[in-house]
Nanobody, 121 residues
């Protein structure tokens, strides 16, 4: 069983930065694809970024490409999301996910509890 705990959310002004962290309970998570999703009120959960087990391959939604960077430290069982140039439309609850494959990540059983990110204009 994999447990994921996000941290690092908060309130920031537009143009600012935040770094989210997701700590995993199981050492085996180092072999999983890790990702970030977000959900705003009234909207469906959307994919933001993912990273393969080695960190050698990363994937981003067009809406965050060039502003957000996903990374991982398998020695700490932790994945990060560095968010720069934040916009009010980035306001959402951000979720960490772990999956065997990126294609199946939206339906994974392994999700964190979410961390709120609020960007003020």
């Amino acid at each position: 069983q994999v447990q994921l705990v996000e941290s690092g959310g908060g309130l920031v002004q537009a143009g600012g930065s935040l770094r989210l962290s997701c700590a995993a309970s199981a050492r085996t998570v180092s072999t999983y694809v890790m990702g970030w999703f977000r959900q705003s009120p009234g909207k469906e959960r959307e994919f933001i970024a993912a990273i393969n087990w080695s960190g050698g391959s990363t994937y981003y939604a067009d809406s965050v490409k060039g502003r957000f960077t996903i990374s991982r430290d398998n020695t700490k069982n932790t994945v990060y999301l560095q968010m720069n140039s934040l916009k009010p439309e980035d306001t959402a609850v951000y979720y960490c996910a772990a999956s065997y494959m990126i294609a199946t990540m939206p339906k994974t059983d392994y999700w964190g509890q979410g961390t709120q990110v609020t960007v003020s204009s």
